[in-house]
């Protein structure tokens, strides 16, 4: 499902019209990346959270220059689906 799935899908079901909707959706994309980006997570009961999570600095290597690379300590984000939403799915896909 893409981004204008979503919309068009809630367009549909809400009775709004499409711009309103995609202009709602990406206010809450943009909003989940900010907290992101000031360090805040983003917690929504009964869907899951986004979370940044912490890597630790490793070592790997460049393959086609035979060389080793440290990579530094950084953070990523991440989704963390809640129990009820990860128990839903497991119990419909099959």
């Known amino acids: 499902m893409t981004k204008a799935d979503i919309?068009?899908?809630i367009a549909k079901t809400t009775g709004l019209e499409k711009i309103a909707v995609q202009k709602?959706?990406?206010c809450f994309m943009d909003n989940v990346k900010n907290s992101l980006v000031q360090n805040n997570n983003v917690y929504l009961?009964?869907?899951g959270?986004?979370?940044l999570k912490k890597r630790a600095k490793k070592t790997a290597r460049n393959i086609s220059?035979?060389?080793?690379?440290?990579?530094?300590?950084h953070y990523i984000p991440a989704f963390k689906p809640a129990k009820v939403f990860m128990n839903k799915v497991k119990n419909s896909v099959k």
């Not at 220059?65 to 300590?73: D, L, S």
């Open 7 to 9: 919309v068009n899908e």
């Open 65 to 73: 220059k035979n060389t080793t690379i440290v990579i530094p300590e």
């Open 24 to 26: 709602v959706v990406e």
């Open 45 to 47: 009961r009964g869907f």
């Open 49 to 51: 959270s986004f979370i």
